[in-house]
């Protein structure tokens, strides 16, 4: 009977030891996973300020004719000839395909949606590559999503610029004639 009751305190005491160390683990997780929030949205507000820069370079040398459509149709072609391929969880077949579709438009026929889905391609190359570690990936969706801001400033944002001039008349007409002037290099 001895036996079992002091095997019983032993268990008991191990238990005990066992729920403190657990309970302060789980404290010390929860602190590096707060930690690690604020790290991530630190990264998250830098990646969107250099994507936002990045589209607002392209816009300046897209309205100063440095970038034409002549440079993002060749770079579309390249990043068509560039695509990695797909044997994974993320980056699947049905996804290459779509970029392969997306990619072999007509350039005229680029929307806002392509632009959105080649961005959300390019995530999904980035997820790939984080469960993967297939270095190609990571270096072609950085290639991707600034293939996408190109089509976008490029090829379909001056549509709708043109819309909008069509739309409100002379007030879009002083700022094609600057658009113009700028081309023309005056």
Do not use: C, H
């Not at 001895?2 to 929860?30: C, M, N, R």
């Amino acid at each position: 009977m001895d036996e079992v009751l002091s095997t019983l305190v032993i268990l008991l005491s191990v238990a005990s030891s066992s729920a403190s160390l657990g309970y302060w683990l789980a404290k010390q997780f929860e602190k590096i996973n707060a930690k690690l929030r604020v790290i991530e949205a630190r990264l998250d507000g830098l990646e969107m300020g250099i994507y936002g820069f990045n589209e607002l370079f392209l816009k300046v040398l897209e309205a100063k004719g440095v970038l034409s459509r002549t440079e993002a149709i060749a770079l579309v072609s390249a990043l068509r000839g560039l695509i990695p391929g797909s044997r994974s969880k993320y980056y699947t077949r049905e996804v290459e395909s779509r970029l392969r579709e997306i990619l072999s438009k007509d350039p005229d026929s680029f929307t806002m949606d392509d632009v959105e889905e080649l961005i959300e391609i390019a995530r999904l190359m980035e997820k790939e590559y984080m469960a993967s570690g297939r270095r190609e990936l990571l270096d072609y969706a950085v290639k991707l999503r600034i293939g996408a801001l190109v089509i976008k400033v490029v090829l379909v944002e001056p549509k709708t610029r043109g819309l909008e001039e069509w739309l409100f008349g002379s007030l879009g007409a002083g700022e094609s004639s600057s658009r113009e002037a700028a081309r023309a290099g005056g």
